[in-house]
T-cell receptor, first 116, second 114 residues
Framework: AQTVTQSQPEMSVQEAETVTLSCTYD???????LFWYKQPPSRQMILVIR??????QNATENRFSVNFQKAAKSFSLKISDSQLGDTAMYFC?????????????FGGGTRLMVKP | GAVVSQHPSWVICKSGTSVKIECRSL??????MFWYRQFPKQSLMLMAT?????????EQGVEKDKFLINHASLTLSTLTVTSAHPEDSSFYIC??????????FGPGTRLTVT
């Protein structure tokens, strides 16, 4: 079984600053994907960024980047130049590639508040 | 592409009645859909995996007779909350899987049981 842990229930950042959200996971799988999802007040889940475990290079999507440390089973999200629209719940998630079901396992979430 | 819709977005029902929530993949076929429940300020809790043409697989602790899931086509899965009670009030989210790992989420349904 997989577990995903987000140790920061709440965080805040000033607009235009940089913030890093932490995520650790536990698995015996070797092939998997990791995701960061954003859930704004509308509650629509939005995929922010994806990382394939076999890739050493950290994924980047515009202002969002990850620090993927496979040996440490760590997958943090860095948001640069934070914007008010980044205010949301952020969920880290894990999915094994070859296990039956391919179900997402979510972390508990981090509530991010971007302050003007 | 990869849009998933849910209907209704918000429903109020009386205790003891049943309510059906639909989840549709609008521009792709999904052999597998997932149903989640989310309480305020908490993470998504997987309730069941819905497979087209076969019975749903329920997570431990989820009452299959209360939460009926039907995946009748490659684009539609339904969740029926039977004999609803106030404790069933929650936010229900579906997702549809495309390929091996891609999941696309619906906008959610807020259920209030009075």
């Amino acid at each position: 079984a997989q577990t995903v842990t987000q140790s920061q229930p709440e965080m805040s950042v000033q607009e235009a600053e940089t913030v890093t959200l932490s995520c650790t996971y536990d698995t015996s799988e070797n092939n998997y994907y990791l995701f960061w999802y954003k859930q704004p007040p509308s509650r629509q889940m939005i995929l922010v960024i994806r990382q394939e475990a076999y890739k050493q290079q950290n994924a980047t999507e515009n202002r969002f980047s990850v620090n993927f440390q496979k040996a440490a089973k760590s997958f943090s999200l860095k948001i640069s130049d934070s914007q008010l629209g980044d205010t949301a719940m952020y969920f880290c998630a894990f999915i094994p590639l070859y296990n039956a079901g391919n179900m997402l396992t979510f972390g508990g979430g981090t509530r991010l508040m971007v302050k003007p | 592409g990869a849009v998933v819709s849910q209907h209704p977005s918000w429903v109020i029902c009386k205790s003891g009645t049943s309510v059906k929530i639909e989840c549709r993949s609008l521009d792709f076929q999904a052999t597998t859909m997932f149903w989640y429940r989310q309480f305020p300020k908490q993470s998504l809790m997987l309730m069941a995996t819905s497979n087209e043409g076969s019975k749903a697989t329920y997570e431990q602790g989820v009452e299959k007779d209360k939460f009926l899931i039907n995946h009748a086509s490659l684009t539609l899965s339904t969740l029926t909350v039977t004999s609803a009670h106030p404790e069933d009030s929650s936010f229900y989210i579906c997702s549809a899987r495309r390929g091996v790992y891609e999941q696309y989420f619906g906008p959610g349904t807020r259920l209030t049981v009075t």
